[in-house]
């Protein structure tokens, strides 16, 4: 068994998600398990290279997580012909112009969604991702979640029968920042810094729905600020300008030709009283499931109770407890993770890779048809995206 280093230049992941998800969770993880296995027993070790506008941040970043390497010189690791993977976890609007810029030097690139702020500039960085011939990827980490896992083995086993519906809740309070402290980042709320909820959620309800339940074809949404005053990491209150909840519904075309109704509600304004902070209820002919981050709970048609609309009397029925729970098949393994390894082993021996960056700008055209939507106020079309 040999061993193959895979130099890769990490930029912008001494944010939330970039520092947790990507590096310690993904990188650090897989260096610590021996690298990622290749078809042929072969391993590959990723040596990271940690990039960022502020070195002491940088720095503390690197020597806490045994990173050796970390610089504040973007053009100079580029350079760098040793390092042949760019990573890129920063901000949205500087990331097509990154993503260009790496490739340019040759290096495969791999980001978080979106991949960019606006569909014409998803196209062009994935037209010319495409047209390099080097590997490409964009994050699409929903997919690899537990519960949806348990979800797509429903499906693909046919237990829904004819899929008639999804409901997705998702959400939870974001603390506003003058009585208890905010635990998401200010520029969320900030439209000019590329926050909002729509912008950043509906890039991977695309993909959520595209893989599991079916293709998008139309969209109608209604987006709100439902905050309008936050207070910032330093204590200063700022007005909120982007969406904090957005409300859609999407027409799908199921796996099997049959249409699908998606309803979407995302808040950053609602408190949960429900199985999980992200929950997926789909319903069948032949029955139904609920799925969240983790578990997933099916209820077939023969187990479907009988229950009787009755406002006089007090519920009896523990609904509930009547869905039976989806074991665990096997150990699941972290999310972004897992696409990680996938990734390397795609620049590495050409593993097949479909979540591609041309994929992430089918989240981009999502978003922007339900911008158009909010602001004009009908049903949008959403057709199918050529890069």
């Known amino acids: 068994m040999a061993i193959q280093r895979l130099g890769i230049i990490m930029h912008g992941v001494t944010g939330r998600m970039g520092t947790n998800q990507h590096l310690i969770r ?21 040596d990271p290279i940690l990039i960022g506008r502020n070195a002491a941040k940088v720095e503390a970043l690197a020597k ?10 973007l053009d100079d690791a580029l350079a760098n012909a040793e390092d042949t993977v760019f990573f ?9 112009a990154l993503l260009a810029k790496a490739i340019r ?29 080097l590997k490409h990827g964009a994050v699409q980490d929903k997919l690899f979640l537990p519960g949806l896992r348990k979800l797509d083995m429903l499906r693909r086993a046919g237990f829904f029968g004819r899929m008639l ?16 402290p905010i635990q998401r980042p200010s520029w969320n709320y900030r439209k000019e810094d590329g926050g909002g909820m729509i912008l950043d959620m509906m890039c991977h309800w695309r993909y959520v729905l595209d893989n599991l339940f079916g293709e998008v074809k139309s969209v109608s949404c209604l987006g709100a600020t439902h905050i309008p005053k936050r207070w910032d990491e330093a204590g200063q209150p700022y007005e909120a300008t982007a969406d904090d909840a957005a409300y ?40 139904s499931a609920v799925a969240g981050l983790s578990a997933c709970r099916a209820q077939s048609r023969v187990a479907t109770p009988r229950p009787v609309w ?6 009896s029925m523990d609904f509930f407890g009547q869905w039976q729970e989806i074991p665990d098949s096997q150990v699941y393994d972290n999310g972004f993770k897992i696409q990680w390894e996938h990734f390397i082993r795609h620049v590495v021996e050409d593993a097949p890779y ?9 989240g981009v055209q999502l978003v922007e048809a339900a911008l158009a939507s909010w602001k004009e106020r009908r049903w949008v079309d959403v057709s199918p995206l050529h890069v």
């Open 105 to 133: 030097a040759g290096k495969h690139v791999y980001c978080e969604k979106p991949i960019a702020t606006n569909l014409n500039e998803a196209v062009e960085i994935a037209r010319l991702a495409q047209g390099s011939g």
């Open 88 to 96: 890129d976890a920063g901000t949205t609007q500087m990331r097509p």
């Open 248 to 287: 859609a519904t999407c027409q799908l075309i199921g796996h099997n030709g049959e249409p699908v109704i998606a309803q979407l509600n995302m808040s950053w304004a609602t408190r949960v009283r429900r199985d999980d902070l992200v929950t997926f209820h789909v319903d069948g002919t032949d029955g």
């Open 26 to 46: 993904s990188i650090c993880a897989i260096r610590t398990q021996g690298g990622v296995l290749l078809s042929n027993g072969d391993k590959v070790m990723p």
């Open 354 to 362: 479909r979540w591609t960056l041309p994929e992430g700008a089918k």
């Open 165 to 180: 519906s999804v409901r997705l809740e998702f959400g939870y309070w974001v603390f506003e920042g003058d009585l208890q």
């Open 64 to 73: 806490a997580h045994g990173v050796t390497r970390w610089s504040t010189d």
């Open 310 to 315: 009755n406002p006089d009397e007090k519920q």
